[in-house]
């Protein structure tokens, strides 16, 4: 057909290249070994040097704090982001770094909430959240009241990998009028995580509920999901709106 022969020859393009629009990503694992992302230094490297050339200007890296696996503080993080930093610029890997959290809702988190002892992201102090994936969080929405009046921004990271969530969608809005904002896993709309997630991701996508997107690398796998949603036609479709990311 003549006209589809055209639109795809000067027709805009449905696919990204890279993800210099979106220039910051504010979930990952990098920080080498404190939880189950990076295992070493040079898995670090190589992850953070593969970001920098598909387009991130900026990296905001989010390792696990999670009393029963992951007994991450806030020096622990620190630390590991100012050698990780060190590293990055002996390698002239060129990217600016930052570090947060990725707090699974626990009681280890109530106490931290408390304290006000938390690791948050951008001037909202966006603080990045998880939870079971098996068990429905019971006390959830007591969770995000404590936080909202503490003055955070609760981010539910990676919503549509929640299966209890995912079969009552209506769920969803009624954590979006909380006041919950929603991270996506940029790799889920690649199908990495299997159809459903993709399902659901395309679903929170299509009802604009989507406020970061995350890419939530841990390893080389991730990397190479990663690579394959930018053939993703909602990727294209989200970067193009008003994510916060271009915020941060
Ligand atoms: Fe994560």
């Known amino acids: 057909m003549p006209g589809n022969f055209f639109t795809s020859l000067f027709g805009k393009r449905e696919q990204l290249s890279s993800f210099s629009e979106l220039a910051t990503d504010m979930h990952s694992h990098f920080i080498p070994g404190i939880d189950d992302g990076c295992k070493n230094m040079d898995e670090s490297l190589s992850l953070i040097r593969s970001m ?3 387009g991130f200007r900026k990296l905001i890296t989010t390792p696990h704090i999670m009393s029963d696996y992951f007994k991450n503080t806030n020096t622990i993080i620190t630390e590991g982001l100012l050698k990780l930093r060190e590293k ?16 699974y809702l626990d009681d280890v988190f109530l106490t931290l909430l408390n304290k006000g002892d938390l690791l948050t992201f951008g001037r909202e ?46 769920e969803f809005k009624k954590l979006k009028d909380m006041g919950v904002l929603f991270q996506l896993n940029i790799t889920s709309l690649s199908g990495y995580y299997g159809p459903d997630i993709k399902r659901t991701a395309e679903k929170l996508a299509a009802n604009n509920m989507i406020d970061f997107l995350g890419s ?26 008003n994510l916060l990311n271009k915020k941060l």
Do not use: C
């Open 216 to 241: 939530d690398v841990h390893h080389e796998k991730h990397m190479m999901a990663l690579r394959k949603s930018l053939n993703s036609k909602t990727l294209s479709e989200l970067v193009k709106g």
């Open 125 to 170: 102090k966006y603080l990045l959240l998880e939870v079971s994936y098996i068990n429905y969080p019971e006390n959830f929405n007591n969770m995000i009241f404590d936080i909202l009046v503490k003055g955070y921004t609760p981010v539910l990271a990676h919503p549509e990998r929640y299966p209890f969530w995912s079969a009552r969608f209506e």
């Open 52 to 54: 920098a050339e598909l």
């Open 88 to 103: 990055l610029a002996a390698e002239f890997i060129h990217i600016e770094l930052e570090a947060a959290a990725e707090y």
